[in-house]
């Protein structure tokens, strides 16, 4: 053990030190663990020195048998974070010296949390909300509460010193921000950090890279764009809505809307950037004209000109569809009048059959023949034991009564029905859909029901 009158009554920290790194790991552990709040505030550099050979490569030749099998664990940094409790700067550079040693810890998770709440404050000082779940300790509770009690005076203090304070807060938000971004690649599904944690210390500290980035991997679209709603930056908002509302992406189109009903309700001239908007909601039909209308008619400072060349392309488009239904209906309209000729002469007519080849085998038809009423003739041996129905035509009469059963089956299922209702843009369309095909058929009582 360090005798008390070594470190602490006679200020020998050298001498203290150098015993340290005389004892065995173990035991240099507990002693520093005991004596380190001491130590590390006169000799930072010197105690962080013990630490790292500690916790990544002390005493190689002791702890390994000769066949090479590792008798002991290596002890974690985050074992002697407490003797840090007045010195966050040292604690900061004792990690980031670990960390950059060390690249897959058993305690990268809490390593991470340390981290970030150290680069996020906006005080540099001891982590104590990543340090909660680590028990009782009498000197971290003393922290907290002289934190909570003198952390707004602190910061007034600090800024106004010079600049000295607002290139520090930077710096540790960059590295924040670093280790984030490194602590979250893209290939990985979920970090090696709390994301509640670091979701309360960016809002806590107004770090708003941090909580676009972490919205972003969380695919909190909205959440995002918020972000940039609050502090009125249009031309990041929209940059934004192209990266994430974009569906070939992945993104979510339907923030084009959202995007559109804050122009909407802003009530200033932002004609420039509507009309952008406009665009892509045109582009991926995220809303219907006549909602678009409604939407900016409430901004007072928008005229019709911003509009007008939409409206014209909308119109457009709806003539042209219109037509194009014209023309499928006349078609139609001739194709039933047709089928209603044809059934009225089978009913009422001989039919005459001319052919004299087989339509299976080719061959002259002779006696035993079936004959279709869709002039298909066939040897009764070409048709084995299916001489109820025409092997040429009966795959698109089953495909008829397929496609009839499947739409009885919906029209039992009225939560599909309500359903689609609900998503579609247009609901109506829906509707009109199933009176087409018949899905929707009249009650006893005269009502309809699907």
């Known amino acids: 053990m360090v005798p008390q009158d070594s470190a602490q009554d006679l200020g020998s920290y050298q001498e203290a030190l150098q015993y340290i790194s005389s004892l065995e790991p173990n035991q240099a552990g507990v002693t520093l663990k005991e004596y380190g709040k001491v130590l590390i505030e006169h000799m930072p550099t010197e105690t962080i020195s013990i630490l790292m050979t500690l916790c ?4 190689e030749s002791k702890r390994k048998r000769s066949n090479g099998t590792n008798l002991s664990m290596l002890p974690s940094p985050m074992d002697f974070i407490n003797i840090f409790v007045h ?3 040292s604690l900061m550079d004792f990690l980031e010296k670990y960390v950059s040693r060390v690249k897959d810890s058993p305690a990268q998770m809490e390593i991470n949390n340390t981290l970030l709440e150290l680069y996020l404050s906006n005080i540099l000082s001891f982590p104590s909300i990543s340090q909660e779940i680590n028990g009782d300790d009498p000197d971290l509770k003393a922290e907290n509460l002289r934190k909570m009690a003198n952390g707004s005076a602190l910061r007034n203090t600090t800024k106004g010193r010079d600049t000295d304070y607002d290139n520090n807060h930077r710096e540790r938000f960059r590295k924040g921000l670093a280790l984030l971004r490194s602590a979250w690649p893209s290939e990985m599904e979920h970090p090696t950090f709390d994301v509640d944690l670091a979701i309360i ?11 676009l980035f972490l919205y972003e991997k969380m695919k909190l679209y909205k959440e995002v764009i918020a972000c ?16 994430l509302g974009d569906s070939t992406q992945g993104g979510d189109p339907s923030l084009w809307g959202d995007l559109l009903k804050y122009f909407g309700y802003l009530g200033e001239d932002c004609s420039k950037e509507v009309k952008e908007v406009l665009t892509y909601i045109e582009r991926d039909d995220v809303l219907p004209p006549i909602v678009v209308l409604q939407t900016l008619s409430k901004n007072s400072c928008l005229t019709l000109s911003v509009v007008k060349d939409y409206i ?3 119109l457009e488009q709806e003539s042209k569809l219109i037509e194009d239904d014209r023309k499928s209906i006349d078609k139609y309209q001739e194709e039933t009048t ?8 089978l009913r009422t007519n001989a039919k005459i059959f001319q052919l004299s080849k087989c339509t299976a085998c080719t061959f002259t038809l002779d006696l035993p023949a079936v ?5 298909h003739s066939f040897h009764l041996r070409c048709l084995g034991d299916n001489e109820k129905e025409c092997p040429e035509c009966s795959p698109e009469y089953r495909a008829v009564l397929e496609t009839r059963r499947n739409l009885e089956q919906n029209a039992k299922d009225q939560d599909l029905f309500f359903h689609q209702v609900k998503s579609s843009k247009d609901g109506f369309s829906v509707i009109a859909d199933y ?9 006893a009582n005269g009502t309809c029901s699907t």
């Open 338 to 345: 047709s089928m209603r000729k044809e059934i009225q002469e």
């Open 371 to 375: 004959h279709f009423m869709c002039m």
């Open 228 to 243: 940039y709603m609050q502090a009125h930056d249009h031309d990041k908002l929209i940059a934004c809505c192209r990266k």
């Open 435 to 443: 009176f087409s095909k018949g899905i929707v058929s009249k009650t």
């Open 201 to 211: 210390l960016c809002e806590m500290n107004s770090f708003k890279d941090g909580l």
């Open 87 to 89: 010195s966050p700067q």
């Open 56 to 59: 990544t490569d002390a005493s």
């Open 312 to 314: 014209a392309r909308k």
